[in-house]
Structure formats: C-alpha cells, structure tokens
C-alpha cells in the first residue's frame, strides 16, 4: 500500500508540474524565452523612459536647482543598484527561476505573504501607468492635431482631450490581444527609439529657444506651505520617472539561462545600456527644461514648446509612438498575473475568448480612467510616490536583506539600510503633495472636456 501511495502521489506531482509547464507555455510572459540582450535594453528604455521624462523640468521648478539635481542623480544611482539586484535575485539557486516580481516576493516572505506584500503594489504601479500613459498619448494626440492645424491653412474641427484619449485607447484594443511579451518587441523598438528621439528633440528645441523673457527660478507656490507641499509631490514626479523594476523580472524572464551563461549576464548588458541611454535623456531635459523656462515650466515639457511648429508636432507623434510601445510592456506582466489568476485559482480554461475578454475590458478600463482623471503632473507625483517607490526604491533591498542575509553592519547591509529609509520617507512625502496638487486642479476641471 506504502509503494501504491508513493507512486500515486508522484504521479500526481508529475501532473501538478506538467499542468503548470503548459500554463507557462500559454501565458504571455514565459511563452517564449528566446530573447537577445539587446531586448532587455531596449524593454526597459521603454519602461523607463515614459511620460515621466516630460515632467522633469517642472519637477525641478518646484524643487530647485540643487535639490532637484540631487534628486534626479541620487535617483539614477539608487534604482541602478536595485535593478541590478532583482537581476540577481531572479536566479537564487540552479534550476530555479523567478520569473515574475510575485514569485520573488514568495521566495522572499512566503507563498502568502509574499503575495500580499507584492501584488497590490505592482498592480497599482502596472495600472497607474497605463492611465497616465493614456493621458499622456491623448494630450499628446491632442497637442500633434492643433499644432498641424495652426500651421496649416486648413480649418479642423474642435476637438476635446477625452476625444483623443479615446482614439488613443482603441488602438491598444488590437495591440493588447498580442500573445507574448516577445510578440511586442517591435514595438517595444520603435518605442525605445522615439523615447530617445522627442526627449532629444525636447531638450535641443528648449536650447534653441532661448531664455524665457525675465525667467525666475524662485518655487512656483507663493506661500512656504505650498512650497512643501510642491516639494513632496516633486519627489513623486522625480520617483515616477524610474519605474522599469517593475517590470524587469518579466524582462529577464524572455531571456533563455544555461548554468554556462546564465540570464544575468545578457540581461545586465542590456539594463547598462539602457542607464546609459535614460542619464542622457533625463538631465539635459529636466536642466535645460527648468534653465530656459524656470518656474513657468508647463508639467509636460513639449506643451511650454511652441515653435518650430513642424519639430513639436513630431515630437508630440514620436510620444504618442512611444506609449503605444509602454503601455504595453506594462500591460503585458499585468496580463500575465490576471490570466494566470484566473486559470489558477477560478479554474477558466486557458482560451483565446478569456484573452479577449481580460484583456479588452482592461484596455477599456483605463481609457476610462483616463478620460475621467486627465491630471498629468499630479498622477505622476502620487503614482510616483505611493506605488513606486516601495516597488523601485526599497522593496528589493529589503528582499535582498532576506535572501542574501548580508553581515549586519556591513558596508552592504548598510546601503540597502540606506535605501529602505529614503524609499519608505519618498513613499510617504510624495503621494501628500501630490494629492493636494490633483485637488487644487480638479477644482476648476470639467469631466469629459
């Protein structure tokens, strides 16, 4: 009976493995593992390089010079540092892979626990992402359409920011239903080479303008409460700029491992590449941004430009290009979770109708979200501080504390000591100034305008 037992329950371990096997060759994240290290550069220049960079000059306008270099260069330094510890972390002993943030979080905390802690978090940052990019590809569209008409002699008709955010949204209704992470690498391309091309094209046109007329750098609230407040939410925008941890695990996930070359490797020479590429785009943006405009800095860089009027329509095209690619790098680790959850724990049957259905209702969701809720500057303050500073800033380091177990009062234990308190004093500060910043622009907002 002993021998019938032990065979049963191997036999039911083997169908248990083999069911989960098929489910990852079905789900988008681990259906193809054949990626180059050049995807990983390009995967998370753009995750990195999004909406974000747009709001730095007037981010630096509410901190000031030298706070608000510190924070941009503290900022590229620290998420540097726990990027490359989730790439190190994705593999913690031979034959095991970490294939999404979750699963490092239940390595780290237990399957419960880790979930817990994890979960909600990314999905937070996943989705707050996605809305503002709907936003941000809306204005965008918005900003391309008006200044093509004021320089032509054609006559176009009015038409609203929502309306544009709706026609942005439907395109995501066919780019969504791509069936892996690899499938959206094209895209992921074409957008990491616009990220690059309007933040260029956004700094040179800035220089080329020249001076604002009697520029002042003082902080843009005129009372000292106002000024703190600004400051937070600064801290949000800054925080927001950086958020492709959330995201790497799925990254290194599509690059194939051996015990020869393991995925660290590609996946590392890809993310140094992709630093280089961000620290070029985001301080001449945000200097030069803040230098020639100061504090009457528009909260997405491209609005303060006016002319050429050719050179800012394309700009504001190579934006819309870029969060199609985003949205979807985004979207697609938040597919993943939600149709593994649904497989796995509502017993649906992996098929091309539940795709449809999650994945068209999300699309939905957050062009809704974003028609409804069009604030640029503070969505990326309060997103920035609240879900993306534990997930970017601190929550590796405190993951790394327990895997790694270094040496108390090592020099390592007390960097990722270091960084957990700035994360956790960013996660608090941030979303305050941030909320404040979204409830003085509602005030005056009018839905659906």
Same mark, same amino acid.
């Given at each position: 009976?002993?021998?019938?037992?032990?065979?049963?329950?191997?036999?039911?371990?083997?169908?248990?493995?083999?069911?989960?096997?098929?489910?990852?060759?079905?789900?988008?994240?681990?259906?193809?593992?054949?990626?180059?290290?050049?995807?990983?550069?390009?995967?998370?220049?753009?995750?990195?390089?999004?909406?974000?960079?747009?709001?730095?000059?007037?981010?630096?306008?509410?901190?000031?010079?030298?706070?608000?270099?510190?924070?941009?260069?503290?900022?590229?330094?620290?998420?540097?540092?726990?990027?490359?510890?989730?790439?190190?972390?994705?593999?913690?002993?031979?034959?095991?892979?970490?294939?999404?943030?979750?699963?490092?979080?239940?390595?780290?905390?237990?399957?419960?626990?880790?979930?817990?802690?994890?979960?909600?978090?990314?999905?937070?940052?996943?989705?707050?992402?996605?809305?503002?990019?709907?936003?941000?590809?809306?204005?965008?569209?918005?900003?391309?359409?008006?200044?093509?008409?004021?320089?032509?002699?054609?006559?176009?008709?009015?038409?609203?920011?929502?309306?544009?955010?709706?026609?942005?949204?439907?395109?995501?209704?066919?780019?969504?239903?791509?069936?892996?992470?690899?499938?959206?690498?094209?895209?992921?391309?074409?957008?990491?080479?616009?990220?690059?091309?309007?933040?260029?094209?956004?700094?040179?046109?800035?220089?080329?303008?020249?001076?604002?007329?009697?520029?002042?750098?003082?902080?843009?609230?005129?009372?000292?409460? !106002?000024?703190? %407040?600004? &400051? $937070?939410?600064? +801290?949000?925008?800054?925080?927001?700029?950086? @958020?492709?941890?959330?995201?790497?695990?799925?990254?290194?996930?599509?690059?194939?491992?051996?015990?020869?070359?393991?995925?660290?490797?590609?996946?590392?020479?890809?993310?140094?590449?992709?630093?280089?590429?961000?620290?070029?785009?985001?301080?001449?943006?945000?200097?030069?941004?803040?230098?020639?405009?100061?504090?009457?800095?528009?909260?997405?860089?491209?609005?303060?430009?006016?002319?050429?009027?050719?050179?800012?329509?394309?700009?504001?095209?190579?934006?819309?290009?870029?969060?199609?690619?985003?949205?979807?790098?985004?979207?697609?680790?938040?597919?993943?979770?939600?149709?593994?959850?649904?497989?796995?724990?509502?017993?649906?049957?992996?098929?091309?109708?539940?795709?449809?259905?999650?994945?068209?209702?999300?699309?939905?969701?957050?062009?809704?979200? !974003?028609?409804? %809720?069009? &604030? $640029?500057?503070? +969505?990326?303050?309060?997103?920035?501080?609240? @879900?993306?500073?534990?997930?970017?800033?601190?929550?590796?380091?405190?993951?790394?504390?327990?895997?790694?177990?270094?040496?108390?009062?090592?020099?390592?234990?007390?960097?990722?000591?270091?960084?957990?308190?700035?994360?956790?004093?960013?996660?608090?500060?941030?979303?305050?100034?941030?909320?404040?910043?979204?409830?003085?622009?509602?005030?005056?907002?009018?839905?659906?305008?």
């Amino acid at each position: 009976m002993e021998g019938g037992d032990r065979e049963t329950t191997a036999a039911a371990g083997a169908a248990k493995k083999d069911a989960k096997a098929d489910l990852n060759n079905w789900l988008p994240v681990t259906a193809s593992r054949n990626a180059k290290w050049y995807y990983s550069a390009f995967h998370n220049v753009t995750a990195m390089v999004g909406a974000g960079v747009l709001g730095l000059p007037y981010a630096m306008a509410e901190l000031g010079w030298g706070p608000g270099v510190a924070a941009l260069l503290i900022s590229w330094v620290m998420t540097l540092y726990t990027l490359w510890q989730m790439v190190e972390m994705h593999e913690p002993e031979e034959g095991k892979r970490l294939d999404r943030y979750h699963e490092l979080g239940q390595y780290a905390f237990g399957e419960k626990l880790g979930l817990y802690i994890v979960v909600p978090q990314q999905l937070m940052v996943q989705i707050g992402v996605n809305i503002v990019y709907m936003v941000t590809g809306g204005t965008s569209l918005k900003k391309f359409h008006d200044t093509v008409c004021s320089a032509s002699s054609a006559s176009c008709p009015p038409m609203t920011r929502t309306h544009f955010i709706i026609i942005f949204g439907s395109v995501h209704l066919f780019l969504s239903h791509l069936p892996s992470f690899n499938s959206v690498t094209v895209i992921s391309l074409a957008a990491a080479v616009m990220s690059f091309s309007y933040s260029t094209i956004a700094w040179v046109a800035t220089a080329q303008r020249g001076m604002m007329p009697d520029v002042q750098y003082t902080p843009r609230a005129s009372t000292s409460v !106002g000024r703190v %407040f600004q &400051f $937070f939410s600064a +801290l949000g925008d800054v925080a927001f700029a950086y @958020a492709g941890h959330n995201v790497v695990l799925e990254i290194q996930a599509t690059i194939p491992s051996t015990p020869e070359m393991p995925s660290k490797k590609p996946m590392m020479k890809g993310v140094w590449v992709a630093y280089a590429i961000v620290f070029l785009c985001y301080f001449p943006v945000a200097i030069i941004g803040f230098w020639m405009f100061g504090n009457s800095v528009e909260d997405n860089i491209l609005v303060s430009l006016q002319k050429p009027a050719w050179l800012i329509a394309a700009a504001n095209m190579f934006v819309v290009i870029h969060v199609l690619g985003s949205y979807q790098v985004f979207a697609m680790p938040l597919f993943d979770t939600l149709e593994g959850w649904l497989v796995k724990s509502r017993n649906f049957k992996p098929t091309r109708l539940l795709r449809i259905t999650t994945r068209t209702s999300y699309v939905v969701l957050t062009a809704f979200l !974003g028609c409804t %809720f069009p &604030f $640029f500057g503070g +969505l990326l303050g309060f997103f920035g501080g609240f @879900a993306f500073a534990p997930t970017t800033y601190f929550l590796p380091c405190i993951m790394w504390l327990k895997i790694k177990k270094p040496k108390v009062l090592s020099l390592t234990w007390f960097i990722n000591v270091i960084c957990i308190i700035i994360g956790v004093a960013l996660m608090v500060l941030a979303p305050i100034g941030a909320l404040r910043q979204i409830i003085l622009q509602a005030k005056d907002y009018k839905f659906y305008s």
